[in-house]
């Protein structure tokens, strides 16, 4: 079945380290995939996406990796701030579903000053 | 320019009323989706919509329904509201029908509590 997970549902690091936010899925058959951030009283935020034929992929302060071998994707930030504290979701697109994304339930992220 | 707007904000309905979301995709877009999302959960995917067609639909009851108008503007309608109905309503919007290509860009919600 569909099912995308997170392994820690809450992560507390200090500002200035790097975060690693780690999401499990098990549909196979899932090629592209999507981190966003939500913050409290707000929508879910694009921060960057991956297709199933990379393994690596960087943008501003954020680098996405993907382990298609362990069905495994993580998201790294880097130089951690408060401003990053929220929920993070990572969705696919539902074992090559063209129209809908399945969530994972959230990794609550806490930057301590 | 202006993202997924979404009104109202927030609503209270009781046990058995009917409520209707509305949603206005960013500007060129021509899809739109739904999404439930229950509190401490990911949202949940309820419909599709493209051009004006559903092109999908999540494990939902028939008390759920949507349609997309020529603007491409979304309403969302929830008959016979029930407790479990209780949750913020997404809307996402991207320019076209496939999810598998792009990311689909979120509104803030509409936070629907029944009592």
């Known amino acids: 079945g569909e099912n995308v997970g997170l392994h820690l549902p809450t992560l507390s690091v200090q500002e200035g380290d790097n975060s690693i936010i780690n999401c499990a899925y098990s549909?196979?058959?899932?090629?592209?995939f999507i981190w966003y951030k939500q913050e409290s009283g707000k929508g879910p935020q694009f921060i960057i996406d991956?297709?199933?034929?990379?393994d690596k992929r960087q943008g501003q302060r954020v680098t996405v990796l993907l382990n298609k071998t362990v069905k495994h994707l993580s998201l790294q930030i880097a130089a951690t701030q408060p401003g990053d504290s929220a929920v993070y979701f990572c969705a696919e697109n539902s074992g090559g579903s063209n129209y809908k994304l399945t969530f994972g339930k959230g990794t609550l992220l806490t930057v301590n000053p | 320019d202006a993202g997924v707007t979404q009104s109202p904000t927030h609503l209270i309905k009781t046990r058995g009323q009917q409520v209707t979301l509305r949603c206005s995709p960013i500007s060129g877009h021509k899809s739109v989706s739904w999404y439930q999302q229950v509190l401490g959960q990911g949202p949940q995917f309820i419909f599709q919509y493209y051009e004006k067609e559903e092109r999908g639909r999540g494990n939902f009851p028939d008390r759920f329904s949507a349609r997309q108008f020529p603007n491409y503007s979304s309403e969302l309608n929830v008959n016979a509201l029930l407790l479990g109905d209780s949750a913020l309503y997404l809307c996402?919007?991207?320019?076209?029908?496939?999810?598998?290509?792009?990311?689909?860009?979120f509104g803030d919600g509409t936070r629907l509590s029944i009592l």
């Open positions: 549909n196979s058959a899932s090629d592209y």
């Open positions: 996402a919007s991207s320019p076209a029908g496939d999810v598998g290509n792009q990311p689909q860009h």
């Open positions: 991956i297709r199933s034929n990379m």
